[in-house]
Antibody, heavy 121, light 108 residues
Framework: EVQLLESGGGLVQAGGSLRLSCVLS????????FNWVRQAPGKGLEWVAHVSDSGDTTSYADSVKGRFTISRDHSRDTVYLQMDSLGPEDTATYFCAKGRGSGRWSSFGHWGQGTLVTVSS | SYVLTQSPSVSVGPGQAARILCGGD??????VHWYQKKPGQAPVQVVYDDSDRPSGIPERFSGSNSGDTATLTISRVEAGDEADYYC???????????FGGGTTLTVL
């Protein structure tokens, strides 16, 4: 069974940092791309970041570029999101999403349950 | 950047068909994906590549895409279909994924 388990969320002050983790199981993770998506309270889904199957290529939404870093560790079957210079606008539930394949254009076939990040001002 | 437009809400009676629209400039040239999101739950993909259904998704869910509008159709709507539905595309020019603003489906 495909499983994605996020952790690392919590309460942080503005200007602080958090690192989210997404542990993968039930499939060969190195064959797939991954993304982080967030949903602020009462708002819609917002794509945040993408990492390629190899981990060599990344891309970011304009709202987080330069502050967030996505990475993956094949040996640990884990995808990370390092979040720096956090602001109240980053308050959201963050979801890890698995691509349907290895292409950049692969849609999000499986999602984790999410982890809540709250940034106080 | 590429913009996807969805109506905020759709209401239908049980057993009727619901059509959720997603507008975008020449969206028919892109692959459109649809997600169902219920409060407190993870999003679930219900349609990918315009009209394909992931395993486990009922045949009642179908999609189409042409011109400037993509459509998610849910036939024989059930109370359990109440949720927010989001369309999504990959914008090659910006290398960004884009979501529509979401449509809330209410079953009367």
């Amino acid at each position: 069974e495909v499983q994605l388990l996020e952790s690392g969320g919590g309460l942080v002050q503005a200007g602080g940092s958090l690192r989210l983790s997404c542990v993968l199981s039930g499939f060969i993770s190195r064959n797939y791309v991954f993304n982080w998506v967030r949903q602020a309270p009462g708002k819609g889904l917002e794509w945040v970041a993408h990492v390629s199957d190899s981990g060599d290529t990344t891309s970011y939404a304009d709202s987080v570029k330069g502050r967030f870093t996505i990475s993956r560790d094949h040996s640990r079957d884990t995808v990370y999101l390092q979040m720096d210079s956090l602001g109240p606008e980053d308050t959201a539930t963050y979801f890890c999403a698995k691509g349907r394949g290895s292409g950049r254009w692969s849609s999000f076939g499986h999602w984790g349950q999410g982890t809540l990040v709250t940034v106080s001002s | 950047s590429y913009v996807l437009t969805q109506s905020p809400s759709v209401s239908v009676g049980p057993g009727q068909a619901a059509r959720i629209l997603c507008g975008g400039d020449n969206i028919g040239s892109k692959s459109v994906h649809w997600y169902q999101k219920k409060p407190g739950q993870a999003p679930v993909q219900v349609v990918y590549d315009d009209s394909d259904r992931p395993s486990g998704i009922p045949e009642r869910f179908s999609g189409s895409n042409s011109g400037d509008t993509a459509t998610l159709t849910i036939s024989r709507v059930e109370a359990g279909d109440e949720a927010d539905y989001y369309c999504q595309v990959w914008d090659r020019s910006s290398d960004h994924w884009v979501f529509g603003g979401g449509t809330t489906l209410t079953v009367l």
